[in-house]
């Protein structure tokens, strides 16, 4: 027999050393973490790290779009190179013009010959005379002006025309180097290349361009969790996303992603990997392992790769604080935090600023909307915060509103619509202060309607159809109480809820404060759900398949949080019993599905459409009612009108159904 339960007289076996010498190695991280201010550690960093941009290479024209101008170009010739008719006419000379009118009609004899584009002059334009000339062709010698061929009469017999008005000196000339002359600047140093730009430099004649070269940085994930998008997710382990989004974000700021994948948390594999990395690359960034768990590797190898090492480890910001700034052999190597919410913000606070500088791209435009915060938003002392927030319209300008999703979300970076941050010396900020939020990206505008509350597909569905009409949602999942607080609040148009009163027994209405009012939405069956094929369950009613599991001590159960109504539920079929998981109350009905899919559980309260999305046998017990809560008087916005009318359409109610909900919104 192997492992801790071995018999305890035995020398430890070697899994056993293996687990005090995890679990002691950890221990001693403690002493790693020595937590600097942002500022200093930003400071640390640049004074290691030149941030400046890196050497220029020549590339062709054709692989010259993003790329950044590395020195100014000034254009060889002069563009147009001729001066050249503007329009199809004869080229003659204005002064041959003078006084023309109907009635005295200037001829002038043609030259014999037709300047298409392309053809040099023979012949000049001697006074009296004039060429046929195409939009394009080169002004011959002596012509200072075009006709336009409608404004003349041809004579075919005597070849000469007929012109009736004075022609303008210069008239339909456009004049060599009028648009770019030899010698003159024409793009600047550092400019982003677009197909606008391609085109000067073509027009110049030239075929390749000075550009900086894109700093290549290598990219690595480390995690005995992680599995590539694409393989099957085995159980306990989860999606590399940090990878694939600090990939993206390198090639937004600049940068050419050299993706090296996933590393197992091993110390001689994870060194392997580095060393790696560090050859060839400019920078090394990877995500994980830098905090104090046993499995926390990257930090440890980074202190034997050469010097300095390691500048910072620690950072009193949040989310963000294990980032580990290093660098070995000449390299800087970035450790973000593995939390993906934490990793992003990191990555834009200290690797991008590096990574634009490399790439000669000048510091990311950051642009702040001044808003208030509805609501009291704790943060930790000591630590800046910087909470991801969406905004909305509130009853006196933007509201900043908090997502409620943590670190480890993966959402929160393209929900929000930026951040913003809470002083180290605060422990939070009082509802109705002003913040400043750092506006994420240049296209984000408002939403038309902002709705807080209960996740459905249902509404998901309903929102694509109301982009169809033209308005944007933002949706923001806390919960049905919390939908309602927010709407009580003022911070959003629509709380989507579905809540039992206990004492009326009825959902949603009796629970809305005065002005407030209820557009019925639709209906979702509720029931127990448990694995196919659980004896304690098949062939038997809810009831009676929960008083067979309540009779079997191992059988394990997960409730939902107080408040919700599916608790309700959940409390009358338990009439008072506390069996094992009662305390497991997660806030939604994929959380109590997924517990019982994978075995964590046995059973649980959840809606239909989800049990069937998760392949677990449904006992119906009754239809939950989810509606929609609005402030009266609001029911007049446009957007809100659309939306109050989809309700009632019937695409929605067809929509709807198939989803497997039941649509009340006609009945209205
Ligand atoms: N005892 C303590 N535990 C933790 C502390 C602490 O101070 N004491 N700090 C917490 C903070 S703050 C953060 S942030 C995290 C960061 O920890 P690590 O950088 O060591 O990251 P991991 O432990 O490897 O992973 C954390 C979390 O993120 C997931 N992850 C990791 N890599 C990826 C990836 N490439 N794609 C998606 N998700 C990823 C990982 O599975 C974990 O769930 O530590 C706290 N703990
Ligand atoms: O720094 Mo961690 O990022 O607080 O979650």
Not at 87 to 109: C, K, N, Y
Not at 281 to 301: C, F, M
Request: aromatic share 4%; hydrophobic share 45%; charged share 20%.
């Amino acid at each position: 027999m192997s492992g801790p339960q071995g018999n305890p007289q035995d020398a430890p076996d070697r899994d056993t050393e293996d687990f005090i010498r995890r679990l002691a190695a950890a221990a001693r991280q403690e002493q790693f973490l020595t937590v600097v201010s942002r500022e200093d550690a930003l400071a640390a960093f640049r004074a290691a790290v030149p941030h400046a941009a890196l050497a220029p290479e020549m590339v062709p024209l054709a692989q010259a779009l993003g790329r950044v101008l590395a020195g100014d170009v000034a254009s060889p010739i002069d563009v147009p190179p001729f001066d050249r008719a503007l329009v199809d006419g004869f080229a003659l000379r204005a002064a041959d013009t003078e006084g023309a009118a109907p009635s005295q009609p200037r001829r002038l004899a043609l030259n014999r010959e037709i300047l298409a584009c392309g053809v040099a002059p023979a012949l000049p334009v001697a006074p009296g005379t004039a060429t046929p000339i195409a939009t394009g062709g080169v002004i011959p010698r002596g012509a200072d002006a075009v006709v336009m061929v409608e404004q003349t009469e041809f004579d075919e017999a005597s070849l000469v025309i007929d012109v009736s008005a004075p022609v303008r000196p210069g008239q339909f000339v456009g004049y060599a180097g009028a648009d770019m002359a030899l010698g003159e600047t024409v793009l600047r140093k550092g400019l982003t290349i677009t197909a606008r730009e391609i085109g000067m430099l073509a027009a110049c004649g030239l075929a390749a361009v000075p550009v900086v070269r894109r700093p290549r940085v290598a990219i690595l994930s480390t995690g005995d969790e992680l599995v590539a998008p694409g393989s099957p997710l085995r159980p306990g382990a989860i999606y590399d996303s940090n990878g694939a989004i600090v990939a993206a974000s390198v090639a937004e700021n600049g940068g050419e992603p050299v993706a090296l994948g996933i590393v197992r948390d091993d110390e001689a594999a994870l060194e392997e990997a580095l060393r790696g990395a560090l050859a060839g690359h400019d920078l090394v960034v990877l995500s994980g392992g830098t905090s104090k768990g046993a499995g926390d590797v990257s930090h440890r190898i980074l202190g034997q790769l050469g010097s300095p090492g390691i500048l910072v480890h620690g950072v009193a910001l949040k989310p963000g604080k294990p980032l580990c700034l290093a660098v070995a052999q000449n390299t800087p190597v970035v450790v973000l935090p593995g939390f993906p919410t934490s990793a992003m913000f990191t990555f834009h606070e200290f690797v991008v600023p590096l990574i634009r500088a490399l790439a000669g791209l000048p510091p990311r435009e950051e642009q702040a909307v001044a808003a208030c915060v509805p609501q009291r938003v704790p943060s930790e002392l000591g630590r800046t915060e910087f909470v991801m927030a969406s905004l909305g319209r509130g009853p006196e300008g933007p509201v900043a509103l908090p997502l409620p999703k943590g670190s480890g979300s993966v959402t929160a970076f393209s929900q929000a619509d930026g951040f913003f941050a809470i002083p180290a010396a605060r422990s939070g900020l009082e509802a109705g202060e002003a913040v400043s939020v750092v506006r994420l990206g240049a296209g984000v505008r408002m939403p038309d309607l902002t709705i807080v509350g209960s996740h459905c597909v249902g509404l998901d569905r309903l929102v694509g159809l109301l982009a169809e009409r033209g308005f944007t949602a933002r949706t923001v999942w806390v919960g049905s109480a919390g939908g309602l607080a927010a709407l009580r609040r003022g911070e959003c148009d629509l709380a989507a809820m579905h809540l039992l009163d206990p004492e009326t027994g009825r959902y949603n209405a009796p629970l809305l404060d005065d002005g407030m009012r209820l557009a019925p939405g639709w209906r979702r069956l509720q029931g127990v759900v448990f694995r196919e094929g659980d004896g304690r369950f098949e062939g038997r009613s809810a009831e009676a398949g929960i008083a067979a599991a309540l009779a079997e001590p191992d059988s394990v159960m997960v409730n939902r949080n107080a408040g919700s109504g599916t608790r309700l539920l959940v409390d009358g079929l338990l009439k008072g019993a506390r069996p094992a998981g009662f305390w497991n109350q997660p806030r939604s009905h994929n959380a109590v599905a997924a517990a019982v899919a994978q075995g964590r559980a046995d059973w649980g309260v959840a809606i239909a459409s989800v049990a069937k999305a998760y392949g677990l046998g449904f006992r119906p017990l009754t239809e939950e009612h989810y509606d929609f809560a609005y402030a009266g008087g609001t029911e007049d916005r446009p957007a809100l009108a659309a939306f109050l009318s989809l309700l009632g359409a019937l695409e929605t109610a067809a929509a709807l159904e198939k989803l497997g909900f039941t649509p009340v919104g006609e009945a209205r």
